[in-house]
């Protein structure tokens, strides 16, 4: 028996060396992962930087619409956050990337003052669409931009003319009119159970998943259906302070040609603009907030020195 067990007892030197290469082993396997997941989320900031340079050309001053996209490598999740703390807030987007069938993790975001996109709060995908419409509230505010993917069709039922027209004009490839398939978006204009969004186009409001948001203009109605209500109501926050920033800096503007003899008599209005904007809660306000801004809007068309 004692050599029996003599015989399965290792030397300490091989004990040793087992342990050793075994901890050697785990290091670098450790750090090895360590050093993929850095260069990933190094990867998901970079892509989110190209994002958002990717958008500036779709910053127009033109009145229809414009599209483009882009492809991803590797299945893509972009998340889509707003803050709309300071002066303008921010547009934040964060990549997450499948990488070893499984979504990487990272707390880097990219933001952005200037840009303001509208979708759901994470769109996934490899091909995204994105199209834009600038908004005026009276003046031009900012391009509203609508980001989608290609694993969602969106198909537009009964929309009035002049939107059907815009739709089938930008030809992206994830939007549909009336030819609705059983696994699209279905987009209602005139009422139907079998919508996941019910717009209606005449008392400006949108509901999607039951949740409802108001708009003004085209523009915003775009954004309302894209987009979930969370991301819709920040974004238009930060819209309103956008308004409230030019109203300010338009009143100047009047005293500026009113001191040079040309009257633009809009100087008490762009205050209550200024004030309204910078009241805004949601977009319930829209409505009332509206009058006034077409108000203006006719008065700077007839003014003797227009401001815009």
Same mark, same amino acid.
């Given at each position: 028996?004692?050599?029996?067990?003599?015989?399965?007892?290792?030397?300490?030197?091989?004990?040793? /060396?087992?342990?050793?290469? /075994?901890?050697?082993?785990?290091? /670098?396997?450790?750090?090895?992962?360590?050093?993929?997941?850095?260069?990933?989320? @190094?990867? !998901? /900031?970079?892509?989110?930087?190209?994002?958002?340079?990717?958008?500036?050309?779709?910053?127009?001053?033109?009145?229809?619409?414009?599209?483009? @996209?882009?492809?991803?490598?590797?299945?893509?999740?972009?998340?889509?956050?707003?803050? +709309?703390?300071?002066?303008?807030?921010?547009?934040?987007?964060?990549?997450?990337?499948? @990488?070893?069938?499984?979504?990487?993790?990272? =707390?880097?975001?990219?933001?952005?003052?200037?840009? &303001?996109?509208? @979708?759901?709060?994470?769109?996934?995908?490899?091909?995204?669409?994105?199209?834009?419409?600038?908004?005026?509230?009276?003046?031009?505010?900012?391009?509203?931009? &609508?980001?989608?993917?290609?694993?969602?069709? *969106?198909?537009?039922? =009964?929309?009035?003319?002049?939107?059907?027209?815009?739709?089938?004009?930008?030809?992206?490839?994830?939007?549909?009119?009336?030819?609705?398939?059983?696994?699209?978006?279905?987009?209602?204009?005139?009422?139907?159970?079998?919508?996941?969004?019910?717009? +209606?186009?005449? &008392?400006?409001?949108?509901?999607?998943?039951?949740?409802?948001?108001?708009?003004?203009?085209?523009?915003?109605?775009?954004?309302?259906?894209?987009? !979930?209500?969370?991301? *819709?109501?920040?974004?238009?926050?930060?819209?309103?302070?956008?308004?409230?920033?030019?109203?300010?800096?338009?009143?100047?503007?009047?005293?500026?040609?009113?001191?040079?003899?040309?009257?633009?008599?809009?100087?008490?209005?762009?205050?209550?603009?200024?004030? %309204?904007?910078?009241?805004?809660?949601? %977009?319930?306000?829209?409505?009332?907030?509206?009058?006034?801004?077409? %108000?203006?809007? =006719?008065?700077?068309?007839?003014?003797?020195?227009?401001?815009?």
């Amino acid at each position: 028996m004692l050599e029996k067990k003599g015989y399965l007892e290792l030397p300490f030197a091989w004990l040793f /060396a087992i342990v050793a290469g /075994a901890f050697i082993l785990f290091l /670098a396997i450790f750090f090895a992962t360590k050093l993929i997941n850095l260069e990933q989320t @190094s990867i !998901d /900031a970079q892509t989110g930087k190209e994002i958002g340079i990717l958008l500036n050309p779709l910053e127009t001053s033109f009145e229809a619409g414009k599209t483009t @996209s882009f492809i991803m490598p590797v299945d893509t999740r972009i998340y889509n956050k707003c803050n +709309n703390k300071g002066i303008f807030g921010r547009q934040i987007i964060q990549i997450s990337q499948k @990488s070893f069938n499984k979504w990487t993790e990272t =707390d880097l975001e990219v933001g952005f003052s200037n840009k &303001y996109i509208f @979708s759901e709060n994470y769109t996934e995908g490899k091909k995204f669409y994105l199209f834009s419409k600038p908004f005026e509230f009276p003046f031009k505010i900012s391009d509203l931009i &609508y980001m989608t993917s290609s694993n969602k069709i *969106y198909c537009f039922k =009964d929309p009035p003319l002049n939107i059907e027209e815009e739709l089938a004009s930008l030809n992206q490839g994830n939007i549909r009119i009336n030819n609705c398939s059983g696994e699209s978006i279905k987009i209602c204009f005139s009422g139907g159970s079998e919508c996941e969004v019910d717009v +209606n186009y005449e &008392y400006k409001w949108v509901i999607r998943n039951s949740e409802k948001v108001y708009f003004e203009k085209d523009a915003l109605m775009y954004a309302a259906i894209f987009s !979930d209500k969370k991301t *819709y109501e920040c974004q238009l926050k930060r819209l309103m302070q956008r308004v409230n920033q030019l109203a300010l800096l338009y009143q100047d503007k009047a005293d500026f040609v009113s001191k040079a003899g040309c009257e633009s008599n809009l100087k008490q209005d762009l205050l209550m603009l200024s004030n %309204s904007a910078s009241d805004f809660e949601d %977009s319930s306000n829209l409505g009332v907030l509206a009058i006034n801004v077409e %108000s203006i809007k =006719d008065k700077n068309n007839f003014a003797d020195c227009e401001l815009w």
